[in-house]
């Protein structure tokens, strides 16, 4: 077994394994422009929020409002789909974050993520395979989807997946097991880029 789970030394469980909620959100990598990651971002903006904001006061960051509002829109923007599917009982605190690339990013893709993409599905596979929980969510981007879905579900997606208002057509998701668990996967818009969800 994996001694790491899949997991990079910058990702894993948000909070305790053991209030692990099924909801696994699988991004790209960090925006870190260009150097290592510190620290597990999403982390700290989910369970400890005041003091991260705090300290970038205290550094006098001078992105400090850019980093807040990015923040703030990715809590705002996962709670959004958690609502939108019903999923009221999940919270922030008991997911999973992870990245398929999670050492370093930039404003845009970079060449390391680009090559890590073609192990998404085998990092992904990994960290399913070593979970207790047999029924599982996974929220990711699209690119990442696309490799998830060919490889797990032949390609098949149904059409009617979350729903964003500035699109016109839901996003695409689709259902598979992996061994034993039971896996959803939703294809998602970035949340540092996108704007809220429809409302029911």
């Not at 910058?10 to 053991?18: C, D, F, H, T």
């Not at 009982?89 to 974050?97: A, G, M, P």
């Not at 929980?133 to 149904?158: H, M, P, Q, S």
Request: glycine share 4%.
């Amino acid at each position: 077994m994996d001694t790491n789970c899949g997991f990079e030394k910058y990702e894993g469980y948000v909070g305790n394994k053991e209030d692990f909620n099924g909801v696994i959100f699988y991004l790209r990598e960090p925006n870190t422009e260009g150097n290592e990651a510190e620290e597990f971002w999403f982390k700290r903006i989910i369970i400890d929020k005041e003091n991260y904001y705090k300290e970038l006061e205290e550094a006098k960051c001078e992105k400090i409002e850019t980093d807040k509002r990015i923040a703030s829109k990715f809590e705002n923007r996962f709670n959004e789909m958690l609502e939108q599917l019903g999923l009221t009982d999940k919270q922030l605190k008991d997911v999973v974050y992870c990245n398929v690339h999670s050492d370093f990013g930039e404003k845009s893709v970079t060449n390391e993520y680009r090559e890590k993409l073609t192990n998404a599905v085998n990092k992904l596979k990994i960290i399913v395979e070593n979970m207790n929980r047999k029924e599982l969510i996974v929220f990711t981007c699209k690119d990442i989807f696309n490799k998830l879905c060919d490889a797990w579900n032949d390609g098949k997606r149904n059409e009617d997946g979350l729903k964003y208002n500035n699109e016109k057509k839901c996003m695409h998701y689709f259902c598979c097991e992996i061994g034993d668990k039971k896996i959803t996967v939703y294809e998602i818009l970035h949340p540092s880029r996108s704007s809220c969800l429809q409302k029911n």
